[in-house]
């Protein structure tokens, strides 16, 4: 590998980890979303019964 | 979220997008290459600011520590594992960037100097702060057991940061201090941290605004 190489790889490792990161938050939110529109349903269930 | 914390999410965004993209420019068009190690020294350029925002995570994780063992207050333990989950994601960045640079430079991936060594503890012990959490019967223990952890897994980062003058290593000592650098490569650096710390901040603020919610919807689930 030649120093340009190595420079390519730390740097694409940089952005993939970060973006990984970001993208690990994201679908936590979903996730999270998801559950409260669940919890919203459920009481609304409840107070029309 | 409130209409404050949206338009305080969106000015760090948006100064983050500026300062990371002048850093980027900076590093790729504007500073000279080095003489010794030719382009692949650019690495320092993300490599330094990244364990800058490491350390500073860590020192965050340590003060909000206290806080929680003190007041007992659950925004601390929050703040503390949002702090210790991101640095975690750039101490990793540290390792990484720090061995492929190693390898171009020493022909090595990792050598046990002093430096890197402590660096390697650092990581093992934050990624133990995140586990023991699991590990726990109830929430507030394992936070109390975190915060511990948070507060004497600390005494690791000034080792790492005195590491190169204490003891004789092959990682070079921080050059920024000791006038090393030129003008271009000091101006390139600093903008450097600047982009990075502003983007750890947002990043803190985004997992501790989804552990609250995690919380409150534990919480509801519960009733």
Request: glycine share 4%; proline share 2%.
């Amino acid at each position: 590998m030649d120093n340009l190489s190595f420079l390519f790889a730390a740097y694409t490792i940089i952005w993939a980890v970060i973006f990984g990161y970001v993208f690990y938050l994201y679908r936590k939110q979903r996730k999270l979303q998801r559950e409260i529109d669940l919890l919203k349903e459920t009481i609304d269930k409840q107070k029309r019964d | 979220m409130n209409r404050k914390g949206i338009l305080r999410d969106n000015v760090l965004l948006g100064l983050n997008l500026v300062l990371m993209i002048a850093a980027l420019y900076l590093i790729f068009i504007y500073v000279p290459t080095e003489r010794n190690m030719g382009v692949v020294q650019r690495i320092f350029y993300f490599h330094v600011p990244l364990a800058w925002v490491s350390l500073l995570a860590f020192l965050f994780v340590f003060v909000c520590s206290v806080l929680y063992l003190w007041k007992r207050v659950i925004k601390w333990d929050t703040l503390a594992h949002a702090a210790a989950e991101v640095g975690i994601v750039f101490i990793t960045l540290v390792l990484i960037t720090g061995t492929v640079w190693a390898k171009s430079i020493w022909g090595a991936w990792w050598t046990w100097d002093a430096r890197l060594t402590a660096t390697l503890v650092l990581w093992l012990i934050y990624l133990a702060y995140l586990l023991i959490r699991n590990y726990a019967t109830e929430q507030a223990q394992g936070a109390r057991f975190a915060a511990v952890l948070g507060i004497v897994g600390f005494i690791d980062v000034p080792i790492v940061v005195l590491a190169v003058n204490l003891w004789r290593t092959q990682h070079p000592p921080a050059l920024i201090f000791e006038g090393g650098i030129t003008s271009p490569m000091l101006l390139t650096i600093l903008v450097s941290i600047a982009a990075f710390t502003v983007l750890y901040i947002l990043m803190v603020i985004q997992s501790a605004s989804m552990k609250n919610l995690e919380t409150e919807v534990k919480r509801l689930k519960d009733i």
